[in-house]
């Protein structure tokens, strides 16, 4: 069964850092792109970044780019984000997703003063 | 950037009917490199269809998924309760990956 199950969310404060993990089992990790996606409270559903299965290529939206980094560890079957500078507008639940594989269930990701 | 509009907005049918959704991007699609996302209100996205046609593992083969290039739809033969919920398209062929704004599937 596949699962994937995230971490590291919480509240932190305009300009505070979180580090995001994502625990991957039950399908061949190394094997797939990974993706974090984002969801802001009664919103849709919006792509954060992606890797790609060595970790030599990354890709970010516009509204992270500069500030989040994605990573791997495929010997540990897990996917980071780490998030530097956040912002009130960062605020969201952030989900874990390969595109073929499935989603995480989430963690909740507060920027407030 | 692919944008993915999503029709209708909502849809508003009975249990036991048959549920059509589309999904239109403003440029083709590479290698049908689309999916199909089901959400209930407050649970995490569920993966439903990936390379625009294929169930991914579990889902009942009363989803189906078919289209190409620029348009794609999502059909549900026979609604069953646990159906109503909102539903996503989504590219993955071309970065930044892109989302549709979602097709809210309620009862009538």
């Known amino acids: 069964e596949v699962q994937l199950v995230e971490s590291g969310g919480g509240l932190v404060q305009p300009g505070g850092s979180l580090r995001l993990s994502c625990a991957a089992s039950?399908?061949?990790?190394?094997?797939?792109?990974m993706n974090w996606v984002r969801q802001a409270p009664g919103k849709g559903l919006m792509w954060v970044s992606n890797i790609n299965t060595d970790g030599s290529t990354t890709n970010y939206a516009d509204s992270v780019q500069g500030r989040f980094t994605i990573s791997r560890d495929n010997a540990k079957n897990t996917l980071y984000l780490q998030m530097n500078g956040l912002r009130v507008e960062d605020t969201a639940v952030y989900y874990c997703i390969g595109v073929t594989v499935g989603w995480g269930q989430g963690t909740p990701v507060t920027v407030s003063s | 950037e692919i944008v993915l509009t999503q029709s209708p907005g909502t849809l508003s049918l009975s249990p036991g009917e048959r549920a059509t959704l589309s999904c239109r991007a403003s440029q083709i699609v590479r290698s049908d490199f689309l999916t199909w996302h089901q959400q209930k209100p407050g649970q995490a996205p569920r993966l439903l269809i990936h390379g625009a046609s294929t169930r991914a593992t579990g889902i009942p083969d009363r989803f189906s998924g078919s289209g190409s290039g620029t348009d794609f739809t999502l059909s549900i033969s026979r609604l069953e309760p646990e159906d109503f919920a909102v539903y996503y398209c989504q590219q993955y062929g071309s970065s930044p990956l892109t989302f549709g704004q979602g097709t809210k599937v309620e009862i009538k």
């Open positions: 039950g399908f061949t990790f190394s094997s797939n792109w």
